[in-house]
């Protein structure tokens, strides 16, 4: 049974940073392509980025791309979103997807 917990959403302001985790139980990071999706009220779901398994390729979204950094850790089995130079339209709920699992979000509010 896979299991996704994020971690470190909070309320910053316009031009801050914040590091999100994804800490899985039931699978390794370094065995599957991982994505961070984000979702606000009245806006549609959007993936923002994404890490390949194999090769370690990442794409970002046009929205996020130049700010924000997906990566992983393996030694501590955790997935990370790096974002930097946030605006207030990245208020949302941000969550790690693997596969059809989803964690439950962490929220992140710019102001």
């Known amino acids: 049974h896979v299991q996704l917990v994020e971690s470190g959403g909070g309320s910053v302001q316009t031009g801050g940073s914040l590091r999100l985790s994804c800490a899985p139980s039931?699978?390794?990071?370094?065995?599957?392509?991982m994505a961070w999706f984000r979702q606000s009220p009245g806006k549609e779901r959007e993936g923002v980025a994404c890490i390949n398994t194999s090769s370690g390729t990442t794409h970002y979204s046009d929205s996020v791309k130049g700010r924000f950094t997906i990566s992983r850790d393996n030694a501590k089995n955790t997935l990370y979103l790096q974002m930097n130079s946030l605006k207030t339209e990245d208020t949302a709920l941000y969550y790690c997807?693997?596969?059809?699992?989803r964690g439950q979000g962490t929220q992140v509010t710019v102001s």
């Open positions: 039931g699978l390794s990071v370094s065995d599957f392509s």
């Open positions: 997807v693997k596969g059809s699992s």
